[in-house]
């Protein structure tokens, strides 16, 4: 089996700056990753990030810079997440894939869309058609 790589914009909804990255599609990770380089383009400084804890592949624990406020902008999806910064490529975690409702294509070597027109709303637990017909105030 091959690897699989998205090209994505990031961008700092603090300071709306961008950033293009390709991104190697890891469904074995939780969290988006960049690069310090990713970070700095983004405007942010690493090394003044809060950190966290975070469990690598291999079992250790490792300190890392957190960036809050990443918008991930994939084709025609957007997903706004949190990015851990560390190593020298950007990972592209589940929970960005599932919040784009993307999944990989094996054969393809590509990322491709679960359902037609976008991901469905999560509210309050409970996944929301966008064609079903409003709830009545009642909730009938």
């Known amino acids: 089996m091959g690897e699989t790589h998205a090209d994505l914009i990031l961008t700092n909804l603090f300071n709306k700056k961008s950033a293009s990255v390709r991104a190697l599609v890891d469904t074995g990770a939780t969290y988006l990753i960049v690069t310090p380089e990713a970070a700095k383009a983004l405007g942010f400084d690493p090394?003044?990030?809060?950190?966290?804890?975070a469990i690598l592949a291999?079992?250790?624990?490792?300190?890392v810079p957190l960036l809050m406020g990443i918008q991930i902008e994939f084709e025609d999806r957007s997903c706004r997440i949190d990015a851990y910064v560390m190593g020298d490529e950007?990972?592209?975690?589940?929970f960005?894939?599932?919040?784009?409702?993307?999944?990989?294509?094996p054969k393809g070597q590509r990322l491709v869309g679960v359902r037609p027109g976008g991901p469905r709303i999560l509210c309050t637990g409970?996944?929301?058609?966008p064609r079903s017909p409003p709830l009545s105030s009642t909730g009938e």
Not at 47 to 53: D, F, I
């Open 47 to 53: 090394e003044e990030c809060q950190t966290r804890n």
């Open 58 to 63: 291999d079992g250790t624990c490792a300190s």
């Open 126 to 129: 409970v996944r929301v058609d």
């Open 96 to 105: 960005a894939l599932e919040c784009m409702d993307l999944m990989v294509d």
């Open 90 to 94: 950007c990972l592209l975690g589940f």
